[in-house]
């Protein structure tokens, strides 16, 4: 299966302030399978180890500054002579060994030569555990669920991406209903790996579900494995009232809907742990949209979303029949499957997002966010409806160059406002330069 972060990974490897990179994101989006494959495509030998269950190798590390005799005993462990020209070295299910982690540091100082990319579950909770986490001397990058755009690849319509991404209104225009029925597959897919796979497969719903139904199982045991007693239970709660919070008119995420009587206080290490294990994205409320944008949060107020849209959809029990009923996909739970998949689109072109509401919170823009020098606001729609009142007082208020909204309808520019349909969302870095 294609990816797209593999463009990344060949950059990384080029670049002259390369160091070992530590691979982001949410457990099962792939990030063994991206290693391994782009071993495979741009080095000669390929030295995997993973600390899951490995005693040996995590005994191995104790001694994580004497980095020649690390690397003899990587050589002896993988049976493979390391050469840093041409091998990468992955250290998978890294978290398992906090001395590996330290390690990094020392081999960014004393073997920056050599080609090194670790992953493992829950490592962005690395910051905060005691782990000697190797600040300055590490890059990163993430990996999130399949985009849309990656979805149409894995189905065999790379031609249709190519004339998406270079700009060909009028062509993919032609095939705008073909797209719209690609995104309900989407909406109700998602984009875990193996969930699209199977979707590839067997083209069958009842096993998509089954399969997001245990992604989220293997998410509940890592609350519980990773945490004491209240902490898990806590964590769940906040993990499955989602879904509903989603649902409502205003989404603003609120802790008494959790539980009667909720407090902040109560579920912010929850809360914390859910994001930094990019299971969550924290989606916090601006008063103005000035720059620099993030001066202006609210860090109290905020909407969350999870990782992929169809574990949205597994956990709010959507179902299959939705798709099949004109765009019934798309309003659903009124428009949360919509919100979440603009959101994922963007968050994977790196878009740092947040949202804006009046004074009054008569009026609510869903995204807004920074491109370049340009404050953006995106109103998203679920269907055709162009009537966006809360844009229009965004634009009286404020009076932003560009502004954008998302919806069913077809692309078109007028007067600084870009109509970008939703199929086209996760272009819209590209789009809004188009005049």
Known sequence: MKRDTIKQLVEWKSS????????????????????????????????????????????????????????????????????????????????????????????NEKAPELHIIVAGSLLGLAHHNGTGFPVGKVN???????????????????????????????TVKTFASKLINYLKYYYFVGGMPEVVQSFIDNRDFKEV??????????????????????????????????????AKENKKFIYNAIKTGARAKDFEIALAWLRDSGLVYKVTRISKPNLPIKAYEDMDIFKLYMV??????????????????????????????????VLQQLKINQNNLYYW??????AEVDFVTQVEDYV???E?????????????????????????????????????LYNIPLY??????????LE
């Open 16 to 107: 002259k302030r390369r160091k070992p990179l530590i691979l982001q994101g949410a457990r099962q989006v792939g990030k063994t399978w991206l290693m391994q494959e782009f071993g495979k495509q741009e080095y000669k030998k390929t030295a995997y180890v993973t600390f899951d269950r490995n005693k040996n190798l995590q005994n191995a590390f104790k001694d994580y500054t004497n980095i020649k005799e690390l690397i003899t005993k990587l050589e002896i462990e993988t049976q493979m002579k390391i050469t840093p020209e041409d091998t990468l070295i992955i250290f998978d299910e890294i978290q398992e060994c906090p001395d590996a982690i330290t390690s990094l540091k020392y081999f």
């Open 140 to 170: 990163f990058m993430t990996l999130y669920p399949l985009s849309f755009l990656e979805f149409l690849s894995a189905n065999g319509e790379e031609l249709l991406r190519e004339a998406m991404e270079s700009g060909k209104i009028d």
């Open 209 to 246: 579900r089954t399969i997001q139904e245990e992604i989220i199982a293997s998410y509940n045991s890592d609350f519980s494995k990773h945490t004491d007693s209240n902490t898990a239970e806590r964590i769940s709660m906040v993990w499955n009232s989602i879904s509903s919070q989603l």
């Open 308 to 341: 992929d849209v169809g574990l949205l959809g597994a956990l709010s029990n959507l179902s299959a029949k939705a798709i099949l009923e004109e765009n019934r996909i798309f309003t659903e739970f009124k428009g949360a499957l919509t919100e979440q998949y």
């Open 357 to 362: 509401t009046s004074k009054s919170n008569v």
């Open 376 to 378: 953006i606001p995106i």
């Open 380 to 416: 998203v729609k679920a269907t055709v409806n162009l009537k966006a009142k809360s844009l229009q007082q965004y634009r009286k208020d404020y009076s932003p160059e560009k502004s954008v909204r998302t919806s069913l309808a077809d692309f078109e520019i007028n007067n600084g």
């Open 424 to 433: 086209l969302i996760g272009l819209m870095n590209n789009l809004i330069e």
